[in-house]
Nanobody, 127 residues
Framework: QVQLVESGGGLVQAGGSLTLSCTVSGRTFATDTMGWFRQAPGKDREFVGNNRRTRSGYISYHADSVKGRFTISRDNAKNTVYLRMNSLKPEDTAIYYC??????????????????WGQGTQVTVSS
């Protein structure tokens, strides 16, 4: 059974930092594209970024809304992907989800490309 478990959410003041973790069990993690999404109250789920394996190694892509502030990384030995969030803003408040994709080709920026999801972790940024 595949499981994704997020941790690291919480309450932080604007300008602060948090690191979310997502640990995967039940499948080969190293070959998967891993994504982060978020959903704020009353809004659609939003793509945050992804990390994928290429011929030259792993690369990350971040949405424009978080580029320069958020960084995705992974530790294959721990089957864990991370989302480091710096310079947090109140508009970053949301439930954050990690996801795993078995797909080989795609841009991996839409939720439909991911087969497995975590339960989500709440991030609240106060002003």
């Amino acid at each position: 059974q595949v499981q994704l478990v997020e941790s690291g959410g919480g309450l932080v003041q604007a300008g602060g930092s948090l690191t979310l973790s997502c640990t995967v069990s039940g499948r080969t993690f190293a070959t998967d594209t891993m994504g982060w999404f978020r959903q704020a109250p009353g809004k659609d789920r939003e793509f945050v970024g992804n990390n994928r394996r290429t011929r030259s190694g792993y690369i990350s892509y971040h949405a424009d809304s978080v580029k320069g502030r958020f960084t995705i990384s992974r530790d294959n030995a721990k089957n864990t992907v991370y989302l480091r969030m710096n310079s947090l803003k109140p508009e970053d408040t949301a439930i954050y989800y990690c996801a795993a994709s078995l797909t080989i080709y795609g841009n991996f920026r839409t939720s439909g490309e991911y087969e497995y999801w975590g339960q989500g972790t709440q991030v609240t940024v106060s002003s």
